[in-house]
């Protein structure tokens, strides 16, 4: 299966590129770059410090989805849009790791999702993913006597806040009480804000050196409190899972699938 990586300089893309390389069975289609990138026209495989591939990193993402089976895209929400119209057009697999989609940007997707199988997953780790569906059942048997606060940390680079997987645990969260998370949700708090409404779901984002990803989903009630955690100790177990995605996505018809599909969780 030959699976192309857009945004393939990137921290993500570079790893995806090198776990497409190692996975058997799978072979690295080529990689695309912003148009100003000074990635464009070096070979994929020299950048990763291994034998040459003999293709050049590419600014044309139509010819990289022309080349591939499937393409991984762990980029920014304005090329993931760009990204999504390439898979509805070639009907190509695309794998969507971009967080900070708006509201519009996931409802473009899905109409993308109707003409290619599209995998799109806030965070792409098993462990993650295993972690949203005890939330959903743990807020279910809880219920609302218990308070619900998701607490996140990443690296300094990260722009956008709460984390694409602090959300989802906050839907799975919601989904589990049968409530919509934006009914519900407090994304940050600051100065007065009064008593904790009943119901309530918090979310507190804290940033710093180098944390790949660690997220916490606490319910505390009078008398006792359990919390769920997770923590991502390198980033390969999101690249492990967006190339466990690909793989699965190739036997799919068209449709928008989130990880726990892939997974059958
Ligand atoms: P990064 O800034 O290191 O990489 C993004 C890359 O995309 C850059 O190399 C950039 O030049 C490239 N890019 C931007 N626009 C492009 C375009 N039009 N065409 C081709 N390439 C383009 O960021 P990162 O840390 O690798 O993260 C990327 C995204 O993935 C972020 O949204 C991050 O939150 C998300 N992420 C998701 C998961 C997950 O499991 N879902 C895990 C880690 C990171």
């Not at 980029?75 to 989609?101: M, Q």
């Not at 290619?116 to 993913?129: R, T």
């Not at 997770?230 to 466990?244: E, I, M, P, Q, T």
Request: net charge negative; charged share 25%.
């Amino acid at each position: 299966m030959k699976i192309g990586i857009v945004g393939c300089g990137g921290r993500m893309g570079r790893m995806l590129m090198d776990e497409v390389m190692e996975t058997e069975g799978c072979a690295l289609a080529g990689g695309s770059e912003r148009p100003d990138s000074d990635l464009i026209g070096r070979d994929p495989g020299e950048l990763l410090g291994r034998r040459p591939l003999g293709v050049a990193i590419t600014a044309d993402a139509g010819a990289l989805f022309a080349a591939s089976d499937a393409v991984i895209d762990f980029t920014t929400p304005a090329a993931t849009l760009a990204h999504a119209d390439l898979a509805a057009r070639s009907g190509k697999v695309l794998v969507i790791g971009t967080t900070g989609l708006s509201k519009d940007d996931e409802a473009a997707i899905s109409a993308a999702a109707c003409r290619a199988p599209v995998v799109m997953a806030p965070n792409f780790s098993v462990g993650v993913n295993l972690l949203l569906a005890l939330t959903e059942r743990a807020a279910a048997i809880l219920g609302d006597d218990y308070d619900i606060d998701i607490v996140e940390m990443h690296h300094r680079h990260k722009v956008d806040a709460p984390s694409g997987t602090a959300l989802g645990l906050g839907r799975a969260a919601a989904s589990g009480r049968a409530v919509a998370l934006d009914q519900v949700w407090r994304k940050s708090r600051d100065g007065h804000t009064g008593a904790r409404p009943r119901g309530e779901i918090g979310f507190a984002t804290l940033r710093g050196g180098d944390v790949v990803g660690d997220h916490s989903v606490i319910f505390a009630a009078e008398g006792e409190r359990v919390e769920l955690t997770h923590k991502a100790s390198s980033r390969v177990v999101f690249a492990k899972g967006a190339v466990r995605a690909a793989r699965w996505a190739a036997t799919q018809p068209p449709g928008l699938y989130t990880m726990r599909d892939v997974l059958g969780l």
